[in-house]
Structure formats: C-alpha cells, structure tokens
C-alpha cells in the first residue's frame, strides 16, 4: 500500500500527508495520507464520524491539521490569501452534502452561480450567459436560475451546487456525501452527471460517502478511513472484489445488502 502517491505517478494535485487533527484532546485524524491526481476520482469511505468531512474540511484549507501537511498544486491551502491565493482557491471547489444549507435562501439559483463567476472574474455583461451555460451542462432547464432555493428540489439544488463548483473552473472538487440527502433515483442520475462532467471537463474529484455502493459508481481509487486512520486503499474495482479487512467487508455488504464475497 503507497498510501501518497496517485495510481498514475504523477504528481498529486492534492497531496495529504500524515496528518493528525485533534478536537478537544481526541484524535479526529491520526496520520492519513492520500493523494488525488488531476482527472481522477479518490472515492472516501467509512462510517459516520471516521474523520471524512474533517478530511474534507482540511483539503479545502477550512481547518490547519495539527501535525502533518495539506498540499493542493503544491501549497498549503490554509494559507492560500491575496491574489494568487484566490486564483488557486478559483481551482479547488467544494459540494456540500445539504446545499439548502449551503446556498443563501435570499439569492436565486442564478445568483449563486453569478457570485462565483464574479470571483472567478467574469464580466458582468457575460455573467447571464455563464450561468445559463453552467445550468445546461448540470442538467438544469436555464429558466430555473430565477428560482429561489426554497423553490427547487433536493436533486436541483445539488446540481446548483455542481454548478457553482464548476463556475469557477476547478481542478479539484471535494465532494461531501454529496448525494446522501437524495432518494436512489436521483442520486444515480447525480452521480451520472459528476461521472460525465469529469470526462468532458479532466476535473478530479475527492468524493466522500459512507455508502461504498455510491464511490464505487465513479471513484477510481477507494481509501477506507476507520476511526480517524487509513484502513485499505486500492483501485476500486480491487477493494470491491477482494476487500482486505471485515470493517470494508461489512461496509460493502451495507451496500449491497448481502454478503460481499460469496
Ligand atoms: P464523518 O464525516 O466521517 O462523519 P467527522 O469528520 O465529521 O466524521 O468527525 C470525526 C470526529 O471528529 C467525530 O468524532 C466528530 O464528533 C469530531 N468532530 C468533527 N468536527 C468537530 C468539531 N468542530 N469539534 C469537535 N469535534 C468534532
Ligand atoms: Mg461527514
């Protein structure tokens, strides 16, 4: 297991390396490495409170680990200010798991993909036709960027949401359970569209779910996190043929609703 490097070799868009992240005096992360390359998707599993969202959250430079070190195209992301900083953070995005939390109630759907066009430095005059563009390309009828989030359903807003991340052009997009709050239709159809938006756009993905049914649809790579520490790593197809450990067994057949290996 070469939990730092990519399957590629290539250098590492992102790059996480041994790192620790305590609250309150309790480890939430005990020396996780990982690495995600341009163009692929890292798929991140493991139950509920195993450190994904602080893993995600140190990733986007959200938090500063307490040991270790966070690299994304070679810098710290904590640390990312002024111009070059905002231009770097335009390249690492970021999709929530409740994107009724995560978008201003008072701004339309259109609104909230314009704000980030305006920090990516689109013209105002091209901004309509930017977010109308973005709206097509997730799926979304360009008509619906009038409406108001309370106006749209779980499926739209989480493709709001992808729209907003690619407004600005990403590399990288940390994805957060990002279809944990859809019912199964929907989801696949998310996933479909991340899946398509990948191939026409080279963007990577960190994608996060406790479900290994969900990561397996698209991730190319899978970690098992368990308890704050990197459980198993492998190409996907390899962890859902042959998983080394119970916990990943037993994820699985959470996922499958049977047993994994006949
Ligand atoms: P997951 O996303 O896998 O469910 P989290 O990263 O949210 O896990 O949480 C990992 C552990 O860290 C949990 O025990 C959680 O309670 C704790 N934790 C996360 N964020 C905070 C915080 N801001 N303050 C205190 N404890 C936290
Ligand atoms: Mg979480």
Redesign the pocket.
């Known amino acids: 297991m070469t939990p730092s490097t990519t399957a590629s070799g290539s250098t590492p868009l992102l790059q996480v390396d041994k790192v620790t992240k305590n609250?309150?005096g309790?480890p939430?992360?005990q020396e996780v490495s990982l690495a995600v390359a341009a163009g692929e998707t890292l798929g991140l599993v493991?139950?509920?409170?195993?450190?994904?969202?602080?893993?995600?959250?140190l990733a986007l430079g959200l938090l500063a680990p307490d040991a270790g070190t966070v690299r994304f195209a070679g810098q710290d992301p904590y640390r990312l200010r002024g111009r070059t900083g905002r231009s770097l953070r335009a390249r690492l995005q970021f999709v929530p798991q409740h994107p009724r939390g995560s978008l201003n109630p008072a701004l339309r759907a259109g609104e909230a993909v314009a704000f980030a066009l305006r920090l990516h430095g689109t013209p105002r005059r091209e901004r309509p036709e930017a977010v109308a563009a973005l709206f097509r390309q997730v799926g979304l009828e360009p008509g619906l960027a009038r409406r108001f989030p309370r106006e749209l359903s779980g499926g739209q807003l989480q493709r709001v949401a992808v729209a907003r991340a690619l407004a600005t052009g990403p590399d990288l997009v940390v994805c957060?359970?990002p279809t944990s709050a859809l019912d199964r239709t929907v989801q696949a159809r998310l996933l479909d569209l991340l899946t398509g938006l990948q191939e026409s756009t080279g963007v990577a993905y960190l994608f996060?779910s406790?479900d290994l049914a969900v990561v397996r649809h698209l991730a190319h790579r899978v970690l098992v996190?368990r308890r704050?520490r990197v459980l198993e790593e492998g190409p996907a197809a390899e962890l859902w043929e042959a998983p080394a450990h119970p916990y990943t067994r037993a994820l699985l057949e959470a996922a499958t609703g049977g047993p994994a290996t006949p």
């Open positions: 609250f309150r309790r939430a992360l493991g139950e509920s409170g195993s450190g994904k969202s602080t893993l995600a959250r957060d359970e996060i406790h996190l704050g």
